[in-house]
Nanobody, 119 residues
Framework: QVQLVESGGGLVQPGGSLRLSCAAS????????MGWYRQAPGNQRDMVAR???????SYADSVKGRFTISRDNAKNTVYLQMNSLKPEDTASYYC?????????????WGQGTQVTVSS
């Protein structure tokens, strides 16, 4: 079984910064891509940023230039540095990992961490 544990959410004023972390633990061979998704009430869950095991990165247009994704493969951890936050960034943020286990390859999700941008 694989667990993804997120941390770093909270309340921040517009223009502020937050850093999210997500650590993978459990029994697995390797992790392919890792990413962050977000979901606001009444909306679908959308990709925010994604990084492959080789370091290729993609961002949603709405966060380009403000958010930075990175990963530490040795720690099986992915980070999301969020700068210049806007009220429209308010959402639950979910970590995702594409994991190779003993028997299969599948996606895993974290429990979500709330980010609220408000004055």
């Amino acid at each position: 079984q694989v667990q993804l544990v997120e941390s770093g959410g909270g309340l921040v004023q517009p223009g502020g910064s937050l850093r999210l972390s997500c650590a993978a633990s459990g029994t697995f061979f390797s992790i392919n891509a890792m990413g962050w998704y977000r979901q606001a009430p009444g909306n679908q869950r959308d990709m925010v940023a994604r990084i492959t095991s080789g370091g290729s990165i993609s961002y949603a247009d709405s966060v380009k230039g403000r958010f930075t994704i990175s990963r530490d493969n040795a720690k099986n951890t992915v980070y999301l540095q969020m700068n210049s936050l806007k009220p429209e960034d308010t959402a639950s943020y979910y970590c995702n990992a594409d994991v190779n286990t003993i028997s299969l390859r599948r996606d895993y999700w974290g429990q979500g961490t709330q980010v609220t941008v408000s004055s």
